[in-house]
């Protein structure tokens, strides 16, 4: 978010030059325990014995600071972020460091992947008053919450003209004490600033067709025609965009920036799943590219990042019928189902980019892990587990003695002589250069990478963030919903259904009809918020048509009932980030960006709008459109940076189509019908079962035209509707792909 105002900050402005960075902690093991240890959030547990006499946030910890009258310091990280971890080591550990951060300060940690609500609002102060932000983040506050510095990422000693850590602790606390008065009428202020920086009502602008036209445009001209994605380096894959890409192409797939804008998706798409942020022995993706050309990635891997990337292949799939993107999807499901699901069936967050260097190190010590080290390989290495078949291997892959990253991808040489598997040749380049078959080399590839997995799994593994949390969960079962009919795979529909009983068995409160925000070793009391809400409503109506199991409808219409209840303006349109229940959270926020992960009110926009079809009720479709509107500002200046919201707009302009299939669930004609209707793209169709049972009744209740509905002669027949005024129904799976193709 950039900013939309600056402050004035006392003599205490040079302080916050911190460097722009992502990080996360290691354990010390000392003698050392603090308040974190009694906390389920892994990152918290990572700090629970450091010297620093850290509190959740929390109100004890305002109490203290309170009564004490001292400055609160707030350090928010997640357990995958390396930054984190390199701050955690050179300051967090230190027993000087802690000497004065104990003395000076109340010290609070918190996980950002669990208080999201928290860091939004401090990061919202800290980018408008640096320019940037990441993590670690740091922020001093008033007793009363009201921040005064920031930063992210400071060294211990000052460096490259940096200010040291300890020099900036020192330095607040004087000015604390010295300027009392002062920073707290500048933390009033502040917060007064970032109350009325947030857009009240909605802007005057139209949103129609030529806003996706507008949207098309910027996202073309960042476009990078050579290697793919868009912009220039770091390269994050955003499937949001992709998502808006094979939108904008079926709106009118003969058009020529319709055919140019699935180009740009597919290319990218490809390029992604050749490079090095591609995992191509165990499958999955890196969190991004350091580079143009998708090679040195960030190694940690995002639940977030799989579901989407999974939906984005299966679209492509869809829409080319080529295998590429098939495989490619199926890897990264193998890879979640396999390394990322617990044994009750929700999924984990994620996966950290450092780990031991050593097999059998005993203490897991900051200077004994690198990033990607579980990863990466040398030539000697890999030459050493393939033997002869390692000349073929080396060359689809890139191999190289002296390692392979790219010159400037690697500017502190921690890949020298290391390799970053890339496919550097196709298939068919590979068998040109060594005469042999297209399907001898798949196969041979395949066997090399096998090879190499089983030698990888006895290293030592990264961190694992375990807890699983509800909204990326949510994604997750949508990937997994959607490909289980994309594929025809039942073994994907059976593990999305497990991770949707999980949430229902653990995360909601049927009595007070709550979502909760994450599960580690028990629930934890923070409640949901809008995205939770709404990346789990999608999963289960994306489970729902999977499945035809009506109990997923049935719970999708009563969580967003909550949501709606909880979250949504009424006076301005839009869901805000949080309830509004928590007091110690002054700023109720509404994401107006879909980054790595899509901004709840794009995501419930787009829910309402298939909800309003299948429920027949015109106020959902109201408040679909008042969401939209809510963002009018945004999606009339900057279209491109709300491509999720467009999805939903798109989905708005159009004439709702339904396709109704009347008969059993597993009745061989109704197997075949929507084995036809899956082998087609059709982001904007509501799919629905009538099968004169449960099911149905529930469906006719509120939509008249569902109740009708049956077999023809005793076969399963597909009714092909707009506003549920419908055509003849076919029993053929020829004339139903005939119809829906038009």
Known sequence: MTSRFRFGFLALTWLVRSSDASAEPTPAHSEHMNRLAHEKSPYLLQHAHNPVDWYPWGEEAFAKARRENKPIFLSVGYSTCHWCHV????????EEVAAIMNREFVNIKVDREERPDVDRVYMTFVQATTGGGGWPMSVWLTPDLK?????????????YGQPGFKKVLERIATAWKENHENILEQGGKIVAALQESQPAAKGEAQIDAATLEAAYRQIDRSYDPKEGGFGNAPKFPRPVTLNFLTRFYARDPKGESSKHALEMDLFTLRKMAAGGMHDHIGGGFHRYSVDRYWHVPHFEKMLYDQAQLTVAYLDAFQITRDTQYESVARDILDYVARDMTSKEGGFFSAEDADSPVVAGIGDPGHGKTAEGAFYVWTKKEIDAALGDAAEIFDFHYGVQAHGNAPEGSDPHDEFRGKNILIERHTISETAQRFKKREEEIAKFLAQSREKLFAIRVKRPRPHLDDKII??????????????????????????ATRAANFLRRNLYEQKSKLLYRNYREGRSDIEGFADDYAFVIKALVDLYEASFDIEWLKLAVQLQETQDRLFFDDKNGGYFSTSGKDASVFLRMKDDNDGAEPAASSVAALNLLRLSQVRDDPQLTERARKTIDAFAATLSHFPSAMPQMLVALDFSLSKPRQIVIAGKKDAPETKALLKELHRHFLPKTILLLADGAEGQKYLGEKNEAIRTMSTVEGKSAAYVCESFTCKAPVTDSSKLAELVAK
């Open 87 to 94: 701050m955690a080591h050179e300051s967090f550990e230190s």
């Open 147 to 159: 921040p005064f510095v920031g930063g992210t990422y400071f060294p211990p000693e000052e460096r």
């Open 470 to 495: 509800a909204a990326w969960n949510g994604l997750m079962i949508s990937a997994y919903a959607r490909a289980a009919q994309v594929l025809d795979d039942s073994r994907y529909l059976e593990i």
